[in-house]
């Protein structure tokens, strides 16, 4: 097995050294390329030693991690984010499919994140990773705009305003598309679905679903109450969930 090149971004020297620790004693396969404390050196560093995997801080003088990808549009590396807090930007990750880790790191988490890395680095995925990443995080309502999807081929790249609604199934989930007839299986429960998803026209109304609210055609009051959506489809509203999705859709 090829060494993991990693290279660590981080302003903070303490962080950095935590990270070398880490890295060197608790993780094999590792090499670590080099160090960056900012923008600029963290640009140079990536060219000179082209590593598989950056750890990437946020916040840093002169600017921050995501003006580091700004200069690498056709980006080889993989891609785990490390943030001492950012509640966006932790929402943003998760969204996107990106790693990230929070300070102070854990070691568990951090052998978690270079694993699922090093499976990732042999696949073409990163350009289209960070592309989502970006266009989430720039949009001015801060609000993310499309989904990266695990399924079992990879990742599924979801505009929001495609989906109807997302349905539980045991460990995975469904999703249902305008416009087309099949669902979509995706590798992840519903409920991390709710947790990273904040969207503005996304909303859970049953422990079995989310849905889009741009695409409910009718709510029936009988029964508990009745959602019916553009597609036909009738998805049942729960007690504790009704009093939000009729002031959500009233405000439509």
Do not use: W
């Amino acid at each position: 097995m090829n060494k993991l090149k990693v290279l660590i971004i981080d302003d903070e020297t303490r962080a950095r050294e935590i990270l070398v620790t880490y890295l060197n004693q608790k993780i094999r396969n590792v090499e670590i390329v080099g160090e960056a404390a900012n923008v600029k050196d963290a640009v140079i560093g990536i060219n000179t030693h082209q590593p598989d995997l950056i750890l990437l801080d946020i916040e840093m003088p002169g600017g921050n991690g995501f003006d580091v990808l700004s200069y690498f549009p056709q980006a080889n590396f993989q891609v785990v984010f490390v943030t001492a807090y950012n509640e966006f930007a932790v929402q943003a990750f998760k969204v996107s499919a990106v790693d990230y880790l929070t300070k102070p790191i854990i070691i568990k988490e951090l052998i978690q994140a270079i694993e699922k890395a090093r499976e990732k680095v042999d696949q073409n995925q990163y350009n289209q990773l960070l592309e989502n990443l970006n266009l989430n995080l720039n949009q001015e309502n801060k609000v993310a705009q499309k989904l990266a999807l695990p399924d079992q081929f990879g990742y599924r790249f979801i505009k929001i305003s495609n989906i109807s609604y997302f349905e539980a199934d045991g460990s995975y989930s469904s999703l249902k598309l305008k416009g087309k007839e099949d669902k979509v299986i995706i590798s992840k429960k519903l409920i991390d679905i709710e947790n990273s998803l904040e969207h503005p026209q996304m909303l859970r109304v049953h422990r079995s679903f989310v849905i889009n609210l741009d695409f409910v055609k009718q709510y029936l009051k009988q029964d508990g109450g009745t959602i019916i959506m553009n597609c036909g489809r009738e998805i049942p509203v729960s007690r504790s969930r009704k009093n939000e999705f009729l002031e959500r859709i009233q405000k439509l």
